[in-house]
């Protein structure tokens, strides 16, 4: 079975600041690991990916995260937030082999200009 | 990435009456999948539906309560069948993307609300 947890349902940050986003999983084999965000009354819209190779990756809109095996983690982050990021924010994984994801419950990110 | 839209966006339907959402995708993909989010809530696989054979449904939801159409490989239907408030969720399709790239790409979901 897999699993994704974002052990914060909310995190409020002043724009400007840095934007840190927790996520861990738990998965059989190799993950792959996804960064969703959705905004008020809209679908999910696809931010990155880890896949395999670098550690550190890079997606929409200046947001990067970090995945890191031997903590089981791939925090979402942004150095400079905007109010405009403000949404909520879901990740994901699957395991190589299977074309399931599995959403982790959720992160909702207020920026406070 | 794939341009899928949803119809309806949203609706508002009586207990015990059923609602079919379509969901259309601008080329051609093996794999359709249909989620439910729940006020407040993640998103949960219903089931995955390939074109030509039956859909493969997850622990928890059946056939009978969520028959699903896979007729080609641009358009999928999910019926919300026999509805309940219990129902009141949004609804949206997935569709993978490129072969091994491994992320899915969402519609923009549809709006149920059950009375």
């Known amino acids: 079975a897999q699993s994704v947890a974002q052990p914060e349902d909310q995190v409020n940050v002043a724009e400007g600041n840095p934007l840190t986003v927790k996520c861990t999983y738990s998965v059989s084999g190799n993950p792959y690991l996804f960064w969703y965000v959705q905004y008020p009354n809209r679908g999910l819209q696809f931010l990155l990916k880890?896949?395999?190779?670098?550690?550190l990756v890079k997606g929409s809109y200046g947001f990067e995260a970090e995945f890191n095996k031997s903590q089981t983690s791939f925090h979402l982050k942004k150095p400079s937030a905007l109010v405009s990021d403000s949404a909520l924010y879901f990740c994901a994984v699957r395991a190589t082999n299977d074309y399931k994801l599995s959403f982790g419950a959720g992160t909702t990110v207020t920026v406070r200009a | 990435s794939a341009v899928i839209s949803q119809k309806p966006s949203r609706d508002i339907c009586q207990r015990g009456t059923s609602l079919t959402i379509q969901c259309q995708v601008d080329s051609q993909v093996t794999m359709m999948f249909w989620y439910r989010q729940q006020p407040g809530q993640s998103l949960t696989l219903i089931a995955t539906?390939?074109?030509?054979?039956?859909?493969?449904?997850e622990s928890g939801f059946v056939i009978d309560k969520f028959p699903i159409s896979r007729p080609n490989l641009t358009f999928s239907t999910l019926t919300v069948s026999n509805m309940s408030p219990e129902d009141s969720s949004i609804y949206l399709c997935?569709?993978?993307?490129?072969?091994?790239?491994?992320?899915?790409?969402f519609g923009p979901g549809t709006r149920l609300t059950v009375l």
């Open positions: 997935s569709v993978e993307g490129l072969a091994g790239a491994g992320e899915q790409f």
């Open positions: 880890y896949i395999t190779g670098d550690n």
């Open positions: 539906a390939n074109q030509g054979s039956e859909a493969t449904y």
